[in-house]
């Protein structure tokens, strides 16, 4: 195993806005972009290419949601959306550095990455169209399925692990922490994911006072 740098850019110097990230040695790189802050994004040079893209947003029961696609000219795929689709709230694209992705190139891999996300059920995905592969000569497909596990790294590293394979390590191989110090007892386990606090474990109860001023 060998360690990844992830390079995060603040557009404008804000960290709710348009952020570029960028993994070492990847000639791709990820735009994120909130729905509020789409007119910014349509003078940049880069949404103007092929792109494959997802649109996440949560519902008012709190359940993670996504749609996946491609397009030939993200800006312009995603601007009807803003006008069509008034359920998402932000967009993560994938982009060429050098701007020499095709449109079969993010054909292609649309529909490993449906597959993909459908398999390991993390996202509720709203696709209603099921995407056909396309036809690729041998050495671009081996290509584009390696930018897919790039792709599923960086995208997890953000916090949206929308194709990332469940944990299935078995109990044995979980982290366990204490807490044991002035009427406080508590025992979780844990893994790079989730943690989970112990039925028994007891949180020393504190009288809580409000002050109206």
């Keep these: 195993m060998y ?4 390079t995060t850019y603040l557009v404008d110097w804000n960290s709710s806005g348009i952020k570029t990230v960028e993994l070492s040695n990847w000639i791709w790189k990820a735009i994120i972009i909130p729905r509020v802050k789409l007119k910014d994004a349509k ?24 749609y996946i696609w491609e397009a030939e000219n993200l800006i312009n795929r995603i601007w009807n959306h803003d ?9 993560i694209a994938f982009i ?3 701007n020499n992705l ?9 529909s ?9 059920n993390r996202y509720k995905l709203l696709n209603w169209v099921e995407p056909v592969p396309n036809n690729l000569p041998e050495h671009q497909k081996s290509t584009i399925d390696e930018f897919q596990e ?25 982290s366990s922490l204490y807490l044991n110090v002035d009427g406080t007892n508590w025992k979780w386990i844990y893994n790079d994911e989730w943690f989970l606090i112990l ?8 009288e809580t006072i409000a002050y109206k001023w």
């Design 83 to 91: 006008t069509n689709k008034d359920f998402w709230d932000t967009v």
């Design 43 to 66: 003078v940049r040079q880069e949404v103007k290419q092929p792109a494959i893209y997802f649109l996440f947003w949560t519902d008012e029961n709190w359940k993670q949601l996504a």
């Design 96 to 98: 060429s550095k050098d």
């Design 199 to 206: 039925a028994w474990s007891v949180w020393r109860r504190r």
């Design 3 to 6: 360690g990844k740098t992830i």
């Design 150 to 174: 790039n792709i599923d790294l960086l995208i997890s590293a953000i916090w949206y692990p929308i194709i990332k394979d469940k944990n299935t390590n078995s109990n044995s191989d979980f």
């Design 112 to 120: 490993k990455i449906i597959e993909k996300a459908k398999g390991v």
């Design 102 to 110: 095709t449109k079969a190139d993010v054909k292609y891999l649309e």
